[in-house]
């Protein structure tokens, strides 16, 4: 994807072609939720041990949205005292693979916030003309 703006790739995507991985994170994404949030949602009836096997799918979903620009991560060290940093690149990417970021019982938050983007299909319905 290199050279190609996020506007580009978000315009690209289509829901009926996404996981059900990136949805779920996409849904979570749009209400701020935390990456526990994000495998509760996922595996909402799962023990912890299920749950853990399938953080490596959602990290990719994180991964692969963040990097199409409709999603951002942000890491809270005091959450919810403290703005939380926003973070990208190798960084994001160590953090949301890492199994540990996603611990119901962390003394850190992860943040996953995303930005609602309409199909362009559809921008001329949802304008206000």
Do not use: H
């Given at each position: ?5 996020s ?53 990719s ?13 942000y890491?809270?060290?005091d959450?919810?005292?403290d ?14 693979e ?11 938050e992860?943040?996953?916030e ?16």
């Amino acid at each position: 994807m290199t050279g190609m703006k996020s506007d580009d790739v978000a315009g690209s995507l289509k829901w009926a072609d996404l996981t059900s991985e990136k949805k779920c994170v996409l849904y979570n994404a749009a209400t701020s939720s935390l990456l526990q949030d994000v495998l509760l949602d996922w595996e909402p009836e799962s023990s912890a041990s299920e749950l853990v096997s399938q953080i490596p799918r959602l990290a990719s979903a994180v991964v692969d949205l963040t990097s199409a620009g409709l999603v951002e991560v942000y890491l809270y060290r005091d959450f919810p005292n403290d703005d939380g940093d926003f973070i990208l690149g190798d960084e994001m990417r160590s953090t949301v693979e890492n199994t540990a970021a996603w611990n119901l019982e962390s003394d850190r938050e992860i943040l996953v916030e995303g930005e609602l983007r309409p199909n362009p299909i559809y921008a001329d319905a949802l304008s206000t003309k």
